[in-house]
């Protein structure tokens, strides 16, 4: 079966936008599925499961983010993590 | 026009005058509305021909020096000519034009500087030291960037980017690698330059710089637990480890040495060897070799080329010595 590749935006709601407990809610959820997950954002892209390497896009609320799935899983994978960045990564201070 | 990642990178008067203000020891003296104007060629130049009228081939595009030779022609011009002449200079838009030797630009330049939006900027440093301090800052400006996920080290002198898909063990060879005595230059997230020499450097993105992630612990700031000598600003880029899980290499390794295969970074070549990676398998002590190793290679020394010459010879021996 064929390697699908499926792309949505996702845009930061949450107050500190992309910081240490987002980036890692975000890793870990990504690494839950096989397919390969790239988040782009200003022309940089990287991995979706590395915690450091989500930090480095300086994401803040209101950014929008491309992610890309790669793999058998890669529309669950993104329904996933677009669902987690709506619920504002379940922050209770970021609501 | 293809964009390999050779091409210079436009940058601004702005960020050239953030960046020099300390280094250069640059202050702005006028022309502040054109500080958002680009500089889209990273060599300086001294307009010694075009302050005498000549401006054939004259690099527009360039950051402008004025310096001991410059002033003192400027100066030894009747007044009405010393105008035009600098007048024309600001007028062809110049990106900006620095002042050396602690000069002082007068009001004309300062008013013509105001008038064109040309920033005038002025250094305490000499014009030979400025030109060449300045010339590579400006490299570092433009140089042709990209962030790739792998981490940087220095191990055994060499700069060593380690690839591989996340969880496979790129930041745990790190950690034992550090606890060698190496440095660490990034994690996870490596920002690559090509320099104006045709090297490529590794560096951290600033804002994450010498923290990483080891999966169960947590984030941790390498230099305070490790010291100060567990890391590094920067590193050229000697060879790139890849580390792939075992089932995924079978024909790609390496077993005499004798391919040497290449990874391209911004149009820079640069050695590579694959590494299976399998439980039980040491992969610190494995990347600490392979440094050690193609350190040895870089003064001409070739294992498998020696073993080869060594067993060539006694071939022909043995079977001369039969006859």
């Known amino acids: 079966m064929a390697d699908e590749v499926q792309e949505m935006e996702m845009t930061l709601l949450n107050k500190y936008g992309m910081h240490v407990r987002p980036a890692g809610l975000f890793a870990k959820i990504a690494s839950r599925h096989s397919s390969a997950i790239t988040v782009i954002k200003d022309g940089n892209s990287v991995s979706g499961k590395s915690i450091m390497a989500l930090l480095t896009l300086e994401a803040v609320c209101g950014s929008v983010l491309k992610v890309r799935a790669e793999g058998p899983d890669a529309e669950a994978a993104l329904q996933d993590l677009a669902a987690l960045v709506e619920r504002k990564f379940d922050l209770p201070d970021e609501q | ?323």
Do not use: W
């Not at chain 2, 838009?93 to 330049?109: E, K, S």
């Not at chain 2, 440094?291 to 003064?299: H, I, V």
């Open chain 2, 1 to 323: 026009m293809v964009d390999d990642g050779t091409t210079a990178v436009p940058t601004t008067v702005k960020k050239f005058y953030e960046a020099g203000r300390r280094r250069l020891s640059l202050t702005l003296v006028a022309g502040e509305s054109g500080l958002d104007r680009q500089i889209r060629e990273p060599a300086i130049n001294r307009p010694g021909l075009a302050l005498a009228g000549f401006y054939r081939y004259f690099p527009a595009k360039r950051i402008q020096l004025v310096g001991h030779a410059e002033s003192a022609y400027i100066l030894s011009l009747p007044e009405d000519v010393r105008r035009s002449r600098i007048a024309k200079l600001f007028e062809t838009r110049v990106p900006c034009v620095v002042y050396c030797r602690r000069r002082q630009p007068d009001a004309d330049v300062r008013a013509l500087a105001e008038k064109y939006s040309v920033p005038l900027l002025r250094t305490q440093m000499i014009t030979g030291p400025f030109a060449n301090a300045a010339t590579i800052l400006m490299d570092e400006l433009t140089a042709p960037r990209v962030r790739v996920h792998a981490t940087m080290m220095e191990v055994a002198g060499m700069g060593i980017l380690i690839e591989g898909v996340p969880g496979i063990g790129k930041s745990e060879t790190a950690l034992g690698l550090i606890k060698r005595g190496y440095a660490l230059v990034a994690d996870d997230c490596t920002e690559l330059r090509r320099s104006g020499d045709g090297s490529l450097v590794a560096s951290a993105v600033p804002l994450t710089r010498f923290f990483m992630e080891m999966r169960g612990l947590g984030i941790i700031h390498v230099p305070s637990i490790f010291g100060a000598a567990s890391v590094r600003g920067e590193k050229q880029v000697d060879l790139v480890v890849t580390l792939k899980r075992q089932a995924d290499c079978a024909d790609e390794i390496d077993r005499t040495g004798e391919n040497v295969q290449y990874r391209t970074f911004l149009g820079v070549d640069i050695p590579q060897v694959v590494v299976p990676v399998a439980p039980g398998r040491d992969l610190v002590n494995f990347v600490e070799t392979v440094a050690q190793e193609f350190c040895l290679r870089r003064s001409g020394q070739i294992a498998h080329v020696e073993l080869d010459e060594r067993i060539k010879r006694r071939n022909v021996q043995l079977v001369a010595a039969k006859r």
